[in-house]
């Protein structure tokens, strides 16, 4: 009798030991699942930033974003087409470029043509980084850089005087209409505060501020301001 439960007790205390290693084989792989999976998230959030630096087009949209005083360099590829390699922001040519339609003016204007490919390559950009979000390749929260370029988006510290600071969006809801991408951008820019740029708080201090006039202020580098056709 004693031995048959002292057989019982150590049976059962053996299938316990089994039924505990098993379960901390099985904890184990989840963990490693889940792990792997917040790596391949991070990966993707780090490779969507990284290319707003190494593409041209992406970098010369943020950069406009960013600058409101001072020289943005042009992308290779439209060198020789604008005939420059650096310009100064130009936001009457910016704001023909973000004009849903496309105009004469703009067909006229081959630093507007410059503007509007490049927002709309960082507007694919941004649809490409919601098409992510919404499978859960990457969350919100990993997506500080794209955060920044939305709350600009949505309320840019340059719009010129008489335009909304959120011109931006309304060319996005002109090219991306039944996409929900524009609610998207506002979600990034509610998710991130807004930081001032380093441009902004440079030209309120030390210069006078471009946007006032739609134009170069007299502290700025002469050059072409790449004027409308239409309103000469």
């Known amino acids: 009798m004693i031995d048959s439960i002292c057989n019982w007790n150590f049976g059962s205390i053996s299938e316990v030991v089994s039924a505990c290693i098993a379960l901390a084989a099985f904890i184990g792989v989840i963990y490693e699942y889940l792990n792997a999976r917040r790596q391949r998230r991070l990966e993707l959030a780090q490779q969507l930033s990284y290319q707003l630096e190494q593409d041209e087009m992406l970098r010369f949209a943020t950069t406009s974003l960013d600058w409101g ?12 087409i604008v005939d420059e390699k650096a310009i100064v ?17 703009l067909q006229q204007n081959k630093v507007a043509l ?35 370029v939305s709350a600009q988006l949505v309320d840019w510290e340059y719009a010129p005087k008489g335009l909304a600071p959120g011109f931006f969006m309304d060319a996005l809801r002109g090219w991306y ?24 708080h440079v030209s ?29």
């Open 69 to 80: 005083v001072g020289l943005v360099p042009v992308p290779e590829e439209w060198r020789q």
């Open 114 to 148: 410059m503007y509007r490919h490049a927002f709309v390559a960082l507007y694919n950009h941004l649809e490409r980084a919601k098409d992510l979000c919404d499978k859960r390749a990457v969350l919100l929260e990993d997506l500080s850089t794209l955060g920044w």
């Open 204 to 232: 309120h201090k030390n210069v006078e501020f471009p946007a006032e006039n739609d134009g170069l202020s007299s502290s700025q580098p002469p050059g072409d301001t790449h004027s409308d056709p239409e309103s000469a």
């Open 177 to 200: 209409p039944e996409t929900r991408l524009d609610k998207f951008v506002e979600k990034l820019a509610q998710q991130f505060p807004k930081r001032r740029t380093a441009a902004a």
């Open 89 to 105: 922001p130009d936001r009457k040519s910016m704001q023909i470029a973000l004009t849903p339609e496309f105009s004469r003016s």
